[in-house]
């Protein structure tokens, strides 16, 4: 990887600098990405907060009880906005395609780190797209018990099982999210070198991409040549 460079906010993903470097993500992809882990680690610590007498001294790391009670409910609605925003960027680039097929057949080889044994994918690969379906439906069902819990003083008692409804789909889907969550962490900071900095400088070299993302790699520099 070369030195670090300013890309520009107007350049596409895919944009080829003459020095071998590639645009792996705009501007505004990486800024919806940080704005949306932002509010999903204040609501992932809020939540485990209420969740548990036991970690309820993460609410202290937010400003109490009251405080965490109060901005729980936004900064949700503010990962849903996030969320969505982020399925107009890439809900295409996140359909399953034959290669990804292929490519969870050869997961052993991802989870080994031996990424030179993997058939080659697109821009994401299959564990990725699963990740971003896992947190995009999640954020559905997190969404709608979570209006339930917020305004449950709403739901007559005579429909209490309404509330118990909600508690349990909000707390599976959190739980589901949670997980994804920290194996997305684990896998972009510790398994695939230059992955974490991809999305925060934007940028990855030509033989990161080949490697790594080899049929994104061809479509943006027309490269098919492989060794057989």
Known sequence: MTASR??????????????????????VERLHHWVGALFYVYCLITGLAFWSPYMFWLAVLVGGGPTARFWHPWFGLGFTISMFWMYKMWGRDMRTTEADRLWSKNVEYYIKNEDEKLPPVGRFNHGQKYFFWLMF????????????????????????????????????????????????????????????????????????????HRLWYEQVTGDTSRKK
């Open 137 to 212: 439906y999640g954020i559905i069902l997190l969404l709608i018990s979570g209006i339930g819990l917020w305004f449950v003083e709403s739901i007559p008692w005579s429909l209490r099982w309404l509330r118990y409804l909600a508690v349990t789909i909000h707390v599976a889907a959190a739980m589901a999210t949670i997980g994804g969550f920290i194996i997305h962490v684990y896998m972009g900071t510790a398994m695939v070198r230059g992955g974490f900095t991809s999305i925060i400088r934007g940028e990855v070299s030509t033989a990161w991409a080949r490697t790594h």
């Open 6 to 27: 300013v890309i520009s906010p107007r350049e596409p993903a895919g944009t080829i600098h003459p020095d071998g470097i590639i645009v792996r993500y705009t501007l």
